[in-house]
């Protein structure tokens, strides 16, 4: 089998051309290359960057214009989904070789089993080492894959990809589904990346391993060398350096508009000034009138290079301005939420759920909880217990005050309905004019809010259920967060933070990002491990 050699693997878009069935232009005369190194690729929501790796990928193809791939493709997309009844070898592509092979071995010489095995007479080891090195030891290649975690099934997936020995390698938002340590190995496999890598993610920590940023923006690729440290110093720079132009550009419009104000006060000196020469009649009629013409020539000359300046001065201020950015950001005022200090919110007493996770815990005034654990401790489950969506095995849950749950899977959202009626949902009483003033907030202006839910992008469900989940009554005065800033661009993670940190009620957030959870100013971690009970550590 050819395999290019990794410093010679590429992708090149030439002139792409990509618009969606209804004609909404996702990407017009697009241009882009790509060579081997690792290249972060970030944007904000619904700029294109998983619908760049599709096409890159060869599962969406451009309306006009060329993509070109020199090498073997290995594409992870964003939402995995396995056949359950598949068994581990079937998922990772070697079950027909695994079967030629146990049947050689058995002592059946036929011809088509040497085939089917051709050079590949280590694959069972090869397979058992790149589970190996993705954390999955433990996987057995006869499983099946109903049995594993939302975060096994995508490092499975990329064992998958990495036993196919590509050169290029496409990621998209790989870590959003993954534990702590699940991540860390993700986390190495790149890093000991050596051909082309195109990661899409708003994952902070992976965005440091990268060689290099490339900033979707209104249909262009900016790109910027260094991890995305270099990338924020450079941006801050540039945007600094923008915002200084635009002062200047403002000195200069103003000097501009004022030259242009002191020509007409002297146009209207001169033609007082002729008109009284002409009163007075001192000169011949014939001096005064080519006076006259010649003032008015000249006069009528500085005005126009007056406007013209102006108006060259205007468009610079124009192109200044443009390159401020002004990112789209939630503004989330939220309702009244404050909860008391000693007030109680939450008692879990003595409970175990489905799965076997326990938990004893009690939560007074506006606490702010990090449930955390590994994929599959029963972090959602718990939630879903807390919410009352599901009974528990044992123990009991008192909820004291208002709550909502924002589900790891977002499907609080009716598809059907448009944004706006899925939001009139939650608070019925609310006027039709309240409900859209309060999601022109969360970046649902004007025809947004009338999008179905159906047709939303990761981002903008999540902003979608958010402001559902904020906007509902009574007010929420404890907010149970499951993996929130899975779906989130940079901006609105931002955004989330800021929100949260204006939130005046408890909260419990299930999440595996560290410097979320930092910023948003944790008091308690409680960690679930089914195996060994609840710890609950400060």
Same mark, same amino acid.
């Given at each position: 089998?050819?395999?290019?050699?990794?410093?010679?693997?590429?992708?090149?878009?030439?002139?792409?051309?990509?618009?969606?069935?209804?004609?909404?232009?996702? &990407?017009?005369?697009?241009?882009?290359?790509?060579?081997?190194?690792?290249?972060?690729?970030?944007?904000?929501?619904?700029?294109?960057?998983?619908?760049?790796?599709?096409?890159?990928?060869?599962?969406?193809?451009?309306?006009?214009?060329?993509?070109?791939?020199?090498?073997?493709?290995?594409?992870?997309?964003?939402?995995?989904?396995?056949?359950?009844?598949?068994?581990?070898?079937?998922?990772?592509?070697?079950?027909?070789?695994?079967?030629?092979?146990?049947?050689?071995?058995?002592?059946?010489?036929?011809? /088509?089993?040497?085939?089917? $095995?051709?050079?590949?007479?280590?694959?069972?080891?090869?397979?058992?080492? =790149?589970?190996?090195?993705?954390?999955?030891?433990?996987?057995?290649?006869?499983?099946?894959?109903?049995?594993?975690?939302?975060? /096994?099934?995508?490092?499975?997936?990329?064992?998958?990809?990495?036993?196919?020995?590509?050169?290029?390698?496409?990621?998209?938002?790989?870590?959003? *589904?993954?534990?702590?340590? =699940?991540?860390?190995?993700?986390?190495?496999?790149?890093? !000991?990346?050596?051909?082309?890598?195109?990661?899409?993610?708003?994952?902070?920590?992976?965005?440091?391993? $990268?060689?290099?940023?490339?900033?979707?923006?209104?249909?262009?690729?900016?790109?910027?060398?260094?991890?995305?440290?270099?990338?924020?110093?450079?941006?801050?720079?540039?945007?600094?350096?923008?915002?200084?132009?635009?002062?200047?550009?403002? =000195?200069? $419009?103003?000097?501009?508009?004022?030259? &242009?104000? /002191?020509?007409?006060?002297?146009?209207?000196?001169?033609?007082?000034?002729?008109?009284?020469?002409?009163?007075?009649?001192?000169?011949?009629?014939?001096?005064?009138?080519?006076?006259?013409?010649?003032?008015?020539?000249?006069?009528?000359?500085?005005?126009?290079?007056?406007?013209?300046?102006?108006?060259?001065?205007?468009?610079?201020?124009? /192109?200044?301005?443009?390159?401020?950015?002004?990112?789209?950001?939630?503004?989330?005022? &939220?309702?009244?939420?404050?909860?008391?200090?000693?007030?109680?919110?939450?008692?879990?007493?003595?409970?175990?759920?489905?799965?076997?996770?326990?938990?004893?815990?009690?939560?007074?005034?506006?606490?702010?909880?990090?449930?955390?654990?590994?994929?599959?401790?029963?972090?959602?489950?718990?939630?879903?217990?807390?919410?009352?969506?599901?009974?528990?095995?044992?123990?009991?849950?008192?909820?004291?005050?208002?709550?909502?749950?924002?589900? #790891?899977?977002?499907?609080?959202?009716?598809?059907?309905?448009?944004?706006?009626?899925?939001?009139?949902?939650?608070? @019925?009483?609310?006027?039709?004019?309240? $409900?859209?003033?309060?999601?022109?907030?969360?970046?649902?202006?004007? !025809?947004?809010?009338?999008?179905?839910?159906?047709?939303?992008?990761?981002?903008?469900?999540?902003?979608?259920?958010? !402001?559902?989940?904020?906007? =509902?009554?009574?007010?929420? #005065?404890?907010?149970?967060?499951?993996?929130?800033? *899975?779906?989130?661009?940079?901006?609105?993670?931002?955004?989330?933070?800021?929100?949260?940190?204006?939130?005046?009620?408890?909260?419990?957030?299930?999440?595996?990002?560290? @410097?979320?959870?930092?910023?948003?100013?944790?008091?308690?971690?409680?960690?679930?491990?089914?195996?060994?009970?609840?710890?609950?550590?400060?």
């Amino acid at each position: 089998m050819s395999h290019t050699h990794p410093s010679a693997a590429s992708i090149a878009c030439t002139g792409v051309d990509f618009a969606w069935p209804d004609g909404t232009p996702v &990407l017009e005369d697009f241009q882009l290359t790509v060579g081997p190194g690792r290249t972060g690729l970030i944007g904000l929501n619904g700029a294109g960057k998983s619908t760049l790796l599709k096409l890159i990928a060869g599962e969406l193809t451009p309306t006009s214009g060329t993509v070109r791939v020199a090498g073997r493709i290995g594409y992870l997309p964003q939402n995995l989904t396995l056949d359950t009844a598949l068994r581990v070898d079937e998922a990772l592509g070697i079950a027909g070789t695994r079967a030629a092979l146990h049947a050689i071995e058995s002592g059946d010489a036929s011809e /088509e089993h040497f085939t089917a $095995v051709g050079d590949d007479w280590d694959v069972e080891e090869r397979a058992r080492a =790149a589970l190996d090195r993705l954390g999955l030891d433990g996987i057995g290649l006869d499983r099946t894959t109903g049995a594993l975690s939302g975060g /096994e099934t995508v490092l499975l997936r990329l064992a998958a990809l990495l036993l196919g020995r590509p050169d290029v390698l496409l990621l998209d938002e790989p870590t959003n *589904n993954l534990d702590r340590r =699940a991540r860390r190995h993700l986390y190495d496999a790149v890093t !000991a990346w050596s051909g082309v890598l195109v990661v899409v993610s708003h994952d902070r920590e992976l965005l440091q391993l $990268v060689d290099r940023i490339a900033d979707l923006r209104g249909g262009e690729v900016h790109w910027y060398g260094g991890n995305l440290s270099a990338y924020e110093q450079a941006l801050a720079a540039e945007q600094e350096a923008a915002e200084r132009m635009v002062r200047v550009a403002e =000195a200069d $419009v103003k000097r501009q508009r004022r030259e &242009l104000t /002191e020509a007409h006060v002297k146009l209207a000196r001169r033609v007082r000034y002729g008109k009284k020469m002409n009163e007075n009649k001192r000169e011949p009629k014939i001096i005064m009138n080519e006076r006259k013409r010649e003032a008015q020539v000249s006069a009528g000359k500085h005005r126009i290079m007056h406007t013209e300046k102006l108006k060259e001065a205007r468009d610079r201020l124009d /192109e200044a301005v443009e390159a401020v950015r002004d990112d789209d950001e939630i503004r989330v005022e &939220l309702p009244y939420t404050a909860v008391p200090p000693g007030r109680g919110v939450l008692t879990l007493d003595s409970l175990e759920v489905r799965g076997g996770a326990r938990a004893h815990l009690e939560i007074r005034g506006p606490e702010r909880i990090a449930l955390l654990g590994r994929n599959g401790a029963g972090k959602t489950t718990l939630m879903r217990t807390i919410t009352g969506e599901l009974t528990p095995v044992a123990g009991e849950v008192r909820r004291h005050v208002p709550l909502r749950y924002l589900p #790891q899977r977002l499907d609080v959202l009716d598809d059907a309905l448009t944004v706006a009626e899925n939001v009139a949902r939650f608070a @019925p009483a609310a006027t039709n004019n309240r $409900v859209r003033a309060r999601l022109a907030h969360f970046l649902f202006k004007g !025809a947004r809010a009338d999008q179905p839910a159906g047709t939303l992008s990761g981002g903008e469900r999540f902003r979608a259920t958010l !402001a559902a989940l904020m906007l =509902a009554e009574p007010a929420p #005065q404890l907010l149970l967060l499951d993996e929130p800033t *899975n779906n989130l661009d940079m901006a609105s993670v931002r955004q989330l933070v800021s929100a949260l940190e204006s939130y005046e009620g408890a909260l419990i957030v299930a999440s595996h990002d560290r @410097p979320f959870l930092k910023e948003i100013g944790i008091t308690r971690e409680v960690v679930l491990d089914p195996d060994a009970g609840e710890e609950d550590a400060a």
